[in-house]
């Protein structure tokens, strides 16, 4: 009993824990952003560029989040192989795809859309696959699983999705966005964690809030509404 206790205490995941991987986390972020992407990936071709961003991504946000998931099993809402295996139907909940789907939508019946011409397929491996898949393993797979453990879920979602939103403020700054910009984003970008946390919650598998996290970011990028 005595050599387990120590073992116990190691892996308890408390709010001091999880403060410290936010500041490592955002703080390792925004240097990408601000200082690595203008000054070394942006001279590269779009390819280098984009290849190299999300190997990068991949080391600073889905590495540690799978381990830290692994690590902190017992203080996480719902394991890492269930979050990936669960096959709990809930085609009674597609009307989250509409939403996903509603301003290109609303756009072909009001005043249509049409393909962005500077839309590059390699942006389809970056923007596309691999941000849903990051983005929703930090933020759902790992953040929200684990807020879920500690507070009343309503908190969970909104800690979550503030945080999903402050980690968008270093690209917002490095690409200049206009204030009507950052002001979409930020209605847009907690709305749209509220979703992709709800379909995580009601599904318990991390591959929905991917999923939706791609078709939103893949109507953004490839439609001028």
């Known amino acids: 009993m005595a050599d387990t206790t120590p073992d116990i205490i190691q892996r308890n995941l408390t709010y001091k824990k999880i403060a410290i991987y936010l500041i490592i986390f955002f703080a390792i972020w925004s240097v990408r ?15 280098a560029s984009e290849i190299i961003g999300e190997i990068i991504k991949l080391l600073v ?34 009307y989250l795809l509409l939403l996903i789907f509603s301003p290109l939508l609303r756009a072909g ?14 942006r389809m491996v970056g923007t596309v696959a691999f941000v849903g ?31 999903f939103l402050l980690i968008h403020f270093p ?16 209605v847009a970008v907690p709305i749209l964690s509220v979703l992709f946390a709800y379909s995580f919650i009601k599904t318990r ?19 001028i509404t």
Do not use: C
């Not at 946000?61 to 669960?86: C, K, Q, S």
């Not at 690209?171 to 930020?186: A, H, V």
């Not at 591959?207 to 990028?221: A, E, R, T």
């Open 171 to 186: 690209i917002w700054i490095y690409r200049g966005f206009t204030p009507s910009e950052f002001l979409s984003g930020i």
């Open 133 to 163: 898949i990051t983005e929703e393993l930090v933020f759902r797979g790992f953040l929200l699983n684990a807020f879920l453990k500690k507070m009343k879920m309503p908190y969970a979602i909104a800690l979550d999705a503030v945080l």
């Open 33 to 47: 952003e601000l200082v690595i992407q203008p000054v070394f990936l942006t001279p590269l071709s779009n390819v």
């Open 109 to 122: 019946v009001f005043g249509g859309f049409a393909i962005n011409p500077d839309f590059e397929p390699i």
């Open 61 to 94: 946000w889905t590495v540690p989040a799978i381990l830290l998931i692994r690590h902190y099993h017992a203080d996480m809402w719902i394991g890492l192989r269930e979050m990936f295996t669960n096959k709990k139907i809930w085609f009674k909940d597609a």
């Open 205 to 223: 598998n991390i591959f929905v809030p991917i999923v939706l996290h791609m078709l939103w970011n893949l109507q953004v990028s490839l439609f």
